[in-house]
């Protein structure tokens, strides 16, 4: 296997295996967040959407950095959606596309073994035509897409 292919892999399985340690228990479903009443500042509980049992709570944090947020507030509800829409069951189907993407896109002598470029004919002995494929070098286009996901850029490639 190639050095971005395993790169990658390693990364996929990385992923998956912190979100099975954050699952509440075996197929666990999705999460969701809600307001908790009444609170201040704003706090936002996200529970799990089988049996309702807390996950995490956030809340907004007030902040003179403008760095932050130049509206000086850190966005809880928005925090606690994208924690509730990155449950481990979200991050788990998306890890098992992302090796299926990698098993396509294969090496195969420099080029993808799944991507081309374009096609040509030509006439072969005989004066038989045949096309002649061109495949993309690999590694393509869309592995590199998917790498770049997971924090993996040519330039960490080549420093491994």
């Known amino acids: 296997m190639d050095d971005l292919s395993s790169l990658l892999l390693s990364a996929i399985e990385e992923t998956e295996r912190l979100a099975l340690a954050a699952n509440l228990k075996q197929d666990d479903p999705e999460w969701y967040a809600h307001h908790v009443a009444g609170s201040h500042p704003r706090t936002f509980r996200i529970r799990s959407a089988q049996d309702h049992c807390p ?81 993309e070098p690999y590694p393509c286009a869309t592995l590199r897409n998917t790498a770049e996901g997971y924090g993996l850029t040519d330039h960490q490639e080549g420093e491994e």
């Open 55 to 135: 996950i995490a709570e956030v809340s907004d944090i007030e902040s003179d950095a403008e760095v932050l947020d130049p509206t000086g507030v850190l966005d809880g509800e928005a925090t606690a959606r994208h924690i509730a829409r990155n449950d481990p069951s979200s991050v788990l189907r998306r890890c098992a596309a992302d090796k299926r993407t990698v098993e396509l896109h294969r090496n195969n002598g420099g080029f993808c073994s799944r991507c081309y470029t374009g096609s040509y004919d030509e006439e072969g002995s005989g004066g038989y035509p045949y096309t002649v494929i061109q495949f």
